[in-house]
């Protein structure tokens, strides 16, 4: 006795699972299947379970059919109707209602029976169908083994992991596969447009975990056994081949569905622009609520071949039953009509074989999706040369055809349409009736397809998804410890894969940092990088100081990379340390590192600088007082050298005070206070440099070793300071040259034994001075020119006058030989010949250790007083005039007690020069290739 039973239910009900359990438990059984890839899957089960001789499977492009075979798994329209075996089921049975396929499920379903058992397979919408059709069929319902809940809309960006995402056109699904793999790593595509190997690559390609997100058509709703946690609609309308419509609520359950596996809970909900559901609609979805089929597609089967016309009649009679309707726009009704009309082969064809052979070529599945017209003419193509049923295609013909189809080159349009292609001469390759050589064929095109289909599963997955960092997401999975290498470049590499490079304490990914497939790459390395993070962070806190170094962007390298950043501290030469990178890791892991690097940093400052350390600790500064304290203190602050200069009024420096000052490292002097050891080149750039950082602007760095260098605008005195040069007219002088030079300038005009003197130039080269720069240099010591050359212009003596700010390099007053005529009348001779007392008159431009004589009084560079005229009988003269009270030299007149009357000259006895050490100054050579120190009063 034989059994119907219809088995129904939504999907994740085991429907299938049932009855493959059922059928092998019979002699011989059949199952139909609507998909090609599914029946490849079962047949695999039942090989696994039966034995290879012992299962066969039959599809349109795919035939293994052993003698000894007892079990067939086809695909529905593939079935062979002339076996009746013990068992058969169709699956999928609501498919009867679609317009292109349908007619061959019902089909199935009203006359396929197994001669013990038949079961119908599909959506509880069929249940009233079934009834009306009163084909004694028992139904029984199926629940969901797991629920199915709506999750409303989401961001692709924010989706969980093990998620499937639905769109129905090829750009719409590349488009969101790219997307997910710039932020996700990857996803796996599923078309019904690619071949059941692609898809098969690619459905393993999820299932195994390398990627966690599958982007498919509605495909994905029939025969594909996915773990898939949720469903999500990117669109709800599609193009089925002659029009878009809008998905029916019983194809959106059928899709979602898809979510959740046996026990596991399912949700769906919809990305991207897709409207959302409504209430009503997703409720539904949740209980699996659709409205009823109605109808299902129906076409005659006992067909007259008797001739074309006779065919295309039989095609067009009505069931009669307004259950089952007929579609006048079936493909291959279409095509068939489109023969009859082609002059060729014509409507006037008859015999059974003849016509026959017409519809089993009309009959040839679309697999380019190329619609009617362009179907239409492939296949008036192959009947031009198949219409007569002896004829066969050519080994030659074919063979030039596969040479077209098998190259595996191309981008994925291009792979896709070969594809396509080569299964269309798979399926005719399995009509033996079609081919001179259909074994040959079968293999060969199968060998195509499959290079094909591999070539394509590549393309895909080298365009949506990054291998490296899927593979590195799946090893981050395992429980194992991962294989992590660093190598001594720094390449870090996790399982084999390159993941970036570990430059000090910074991760660098292969990819840019800025982008979401960078920032995956660090997040799936980040627990292979944390070891070694660590490691380094400990070779750091017990490094020597030898292995580091501070460079010019005042960073601190370690072993050649940057591993800390120096930040404003209190003070400039107290900066703070900061470390670059190792953010991956604890902070009590970073502590104690950077605890040795502002050790470091610390001592690398005291070895460079040690006279500003001694004075920021207070070491060096408790012996000084009043105004040897302040001259510290200025020195601290502006880096290397004070210019005296300046100062309003002058600063009075005792020789207590300097002796003081020189042993806490410090050189005072007429023109300027310096440190000597911050003059030196790498004292001058750690000094640029911590400067830099308290200022936040960039610092500029004297030529190393430089006695002078020419000045532009980006020298500002605070920098030249830092640097230790004074400004002189148009150059910068050192500090402890200028003192060097202006020792020299006052002992020539001692030894000229008058105020105006001559000044060799020569002494250019003490301070590496070019010579049309030397004048504005000899200006800067408040000299002024006393007599020049009549033909040259050149100037020959020199004096010292009151003289404006060194910034401005010029005198205030032209000196007495320069005044316009018309003024006080000129005595013969030169200005400046006049005789004037032998006693010293001082060592520099402030007086400063001048010998305590009567001739202390006039100031040491009046170049236009008249006091140092001699007393004859000439009249008083007048009182001379003051300085501009706005000039900083005009304080020096405060220095000096105020003018006694004039008085009888008397005559003076010649002394001896002071000898250098009482009164004087002499040059000494300092630390540092070519700088000189100015040691004075010592």
Request: glycine share 10%; hydrophobic share 35%.
């Amino acid at each position: 006795m034989t059994t119907l039973k219809a088995i129904l239910g939504p999907t994740n009900t085991g429907k299938t699972h049932y009855a493959i359990e059922r059928m092998l438990g019979y002699g011989t059984g059949m199952i139909g299947l609507p998909l090609r890839l599914l029946a490849r899957e079962v047949y695999d089960r039942v090989v696994a379970a039966k034995g290879y001789p012992h299962a066969a499977l039959i599809t349109g492009e795919e035939r293994i059919c052993p003698p000894t075979a007892r079990y067939f798994i086809c695909t529905v329209e593939s079935m062979p109707v002339d076996i009746r075996p013990d068992f058969l089921a169709i699956d999928e049975i609501q498919l009867a209602e679609d317009e292109d396929r349908g007619h061959v499920f019902t089909d199935r379903i009203l006359n396929m029976r197994g001669n013990h058992e038949t079961l119908l397979l599909g959506a509880d919408t069929m249940r009233g169908l079934l009834r009306e059709l009163k084909l004694g069929v028992e139904t029984e319902p199926r629940e969901r083994f797991s629920e199915l809940r709506y999750t409303g809309h989401t961001k692709i960006t924010k989706l969980p992991k093990r998620t499937a995402i639905v769109g129905f056109s090829a750009e719409e699904v590349y488009a969101i596969a790219e997307l997910l793999r710039r932020q996700k790593g990857g996803a796996a595509v599923v078309m019904g447009a690619l071949s059941p190997r692609t898809r098969n690559a690619q459905v393993a390609l999820y299932q195994s975990g390398e990627v966690d997100y599958i982007v498919a058509t509605d495909a994905i709703g029939m025969g594909l056994n996915l773990n898939v946690d949720r469903v999500v609609f990117a669109s709800r309308s599609k193009f089925d081949g002659r029009r878009h419509r809008a998905l029916t609520l019983a194809e959106c359950g059928q899709i979602a569905g898809r979510a959740g596996r046996f026990r596991t809970d399912g949700e769906f909900g919809e990305t991207g622009s897709c409207p959302p559901f409504t209430e009503e609609e997703w409720k539904a979805i949740e209980a699996h609520r659709f409205d009823p089929v109605d109808a299902i597609q129906w076409r005659n089967s006992a067909l007259d071949f008797s001739s074309l016309r006779n065919l295309i009649r039989s095609l067009e009679k009505p069931s009669g039953n307004p259950r089952l309707i007929h579609n006048p726009h079936a493909l291959d009704e279409w095509v068939l009509r489109r023969m009859s009309e082609d002059g060729g082969i014509g409507p006037n064809v008859t015999g059974d074989r003849k016509v026959r052979r017409l519809w089993d070529l009309a009959r040839l599945p679309d697999f380019r999706k190329a619609g009617p017209e362009g179907h239409g003419r492939l296949v008036l193509g192959l009947a031009d040369t198949l219409a007569d049923p002896d004829a066969r295609l050519s080994d030659a013909g074919l063979e030039r055809r596969m040479e077209d189809l098998a190259s595996t080159n191309g981008d994925i349009a291009k792979l896709q349409q070969r594809l396509a292609a080569i299964r269309t001469w798979t399926y005719a390759a399995h009509r033996p009736d079609w081919l001179e050589n259909p074994g040959y064929w079968q293999q060969k095109t199968r060998e195509i397809e499959d290079s094909l289909s591999d070539a394509l599963h590549e393309a895909l997955t080298a365009r949506f998804v990054d291998r490296r960092t899927t593979a590195l997401l799946a090893s981050l999975k395992k429980e194992d410890a991962l294989v992590t290498n660093l190598t001594p470049d720094g390449d870090v590499t996790v399982e084999g894969h390159l993941v970036g490079r570990l430059k000090g304490l910074t991760f660098e990914p292969v990819l840019d940092a800025r982008t979401l497939e960078g920032k995956a790459v660090r997040g799936a390395a980040l627990a292979a990088i944390r070891p070694m993070l660590s490691q380094r962070l400990a070779e750091i806190t017990g490094a020597p100081s030898d292995a580091f170094k501070l460079t010019e962007g005042a960073e601190i390298e370690f072993k050649g990379a940057a591993i800390a950043r120096l930040a404003r501290g209190a003070s400039w030469i107290a900066p703070r340390a900061e470390l670059i990178g190792a953010v991956e890791v604890e902070a009590s892991e970073r502590a104690p590192a950077l605890a040795r690097v502002e050790e470091w940093l610390k001592s690398e400052i005291a070895r460079l600088l040690p006279t500003h350390a001694k004075l920021a600790s207070g070491e060096a500064g408790a012996g000084l007082e009043g105004m040897a304290r302040g001259l510290a203190f200025r020195i601290l602050e502006s880096g290397a050298a004070v210019d005296l200069r300046t100062d309003d009024p002058p600063a009075r420096i005792t020789p207590e005070q300097r002796e003081a000052l020189k042993a806490a490292g410090i050189r005072a002097g007429r023109v300027a206070v310096h440190a000597p050891d911050a003059q030196k080149p790498a004292a001058q750039r750690v000094i640029a440099i911590l400067k830099a950082v308290a200022s936040g602007t960039e610092y500029p760095l004297a030529p190393e070793g430089a006695g002078s260098f020419a000045l532009d605008g980006t020298w500002p005195e605070e920098a030249l300071a830092a640097n230790g040069y004074l400004r002189f007219g148009r150059r910068a002088v050192r500090a402890d040259l200028a003192e060097r030079l202006g020792w020299e300038i006052a002992k020539r005009r001692k030894e000229a034994g008058k105020n105006a003197f001559a000044i060799a130039i020569d002494m250019a080269s003490m301070v590496s001075c070019p010579a049309d720069d030397w004048p504005g240099v000899l200006k800067g010591f408040g000299l002024a020119p006393a007599e020049k050359d009549k033909e040259t212009g050149a100037v020959t003596l020199w004096r010292y006058g009151a003289r404006t700010r060194p910034e401005e390099g010029q005198t205030a007053r032209p000196p007495r030989a320069e005044r316009p005529q018309g003024g006080r009348p000129k005595r013969d001779g030169a200005p400046g010949d006049r005789p004037q007392s032998d006693r010293p008159q001082g060592k520099g431009p402030r007086g400063e250790g001048r010998s305590r004589g009567r001739d202390d009084r006039r100031p040491p560079r009046g170049g236009d007083t008249r006091n140092d005229r001699r007393q004859d009988n000439r009249p008083a003269p007048p009182q001379r005039k003051v300085a501009d009270p706005d000039s900083p030299f005009a304080a020096l007149a405060a220095l000096l007690p105020p003018p006694k009357p004039p008085k009888p000259p008397r005559p003076q006895k010649q002394k001896p020069p002071r000898q250098p050490g009482t009164d004087g100054g002499k040059p000494a050579e300092a630390a540092g290739e070519g700088s000189f120190v100015y040691k004075p009063f010592q």
